[in-house]
Every structure is written in C-alpha cells, then in structure tokens.
C-alpha cells in the first residue's frame, strides 16, 4: 500500500509553531496549490485548494525560522485523518492533514545564513 503526497504551493499564512507537553516541535502551515485549465466552452478555469500539513522535530523550528507568508514550498509526505471533539458543539470532527517527511523551501526572499533548500530527515511523529 502507498500513501503518499506530494505538493508545491505557497503558505497562505506564517507558520505556527507549539511544543508538546513531551517537548517535541510540531509546526502546522496552511499550503494553497493552484490549478488552471480551459473548460469545452474555451473559457480559462482556475482552482486554488488549501492544505493541512504538520510538521515534526526539527524541520518544524526551520519552518518557524525560515518560512513566512507567500514562501513556496515543497512537501513530501503522507496523508492522516484525525478526529476531535469540537469544543463549542461537543460534536466529534474530522481533519485530513499531509504529515511531512520532507519540506523543501523553494524561491521567495532568504534570511541570511537560510539555505535555499533545507531538507532535514524526518522525526518520529508520536506524541
């Protein structure tokens, strides 16, 4: 069996990055991919889908340091459904999110001493 995502977007939003009560990082970007085609009428179509990608250890404090707003990234990684219970209506949801094993920064302005790529080996991803 294969579950694997691939994806380049750019982040809709700065990164958000919080530590376990184990201590370990975990960073959640918001990736939006874009999409055009010509439908039969020859009128030009376009689709933006947004992206739930969390990232673990390492790689999630060089999301933090390096990444912001409108950076393009590519991730790699595989798909997970979770649920939680809603706290305002009690009621159990659901969110598919991509869990990176790989993020690589792409175009976009460098920090200084920023690497163009950075692909850090991924972390066990257990709480």
């Not at 960073?27 to 990232?55: F, M, P, Y």
């Not at 219970?85 to 460098?110: C, H, N």
Request: hydrophobic share 30%; aromatic share 6%.
């Amino acid at each position: 069996m294969l579950n694997k995502a691939l994806i380049i977007g750019n982040l809709g939003s700065d990164p958000e990055l919080r530590v376990t009560p184990s201590g370990q990082a975990v960073c959640n970007l918001s990736i939006a991919t874009n999409r055009a085609w010509v439908n039969k009428q020859g009128e030009k179509q376009e689709r933006t889908d947004w992206h739930r990608v969390v990232v673990w250890g390492k790689q999630a404090e060089l999301c933090k340091e390096y990444l912001s707003k409108g950076r393009q990234v590519y991730i790699e990684g595989r798909m997970e459904t979770r649920s939680f219970d809603d706290k305002d209506t009690g009621k159990k949801r659901y969110v598919t999110e991509i869990v990176a094993e790989s993020v690589q920064f792409l175009g976009g302005p460098r920090r200084e001493n920023s690497t163009r790529q950075m692909d850090v080996p991924p972390t066990d991803s257990t709480i």
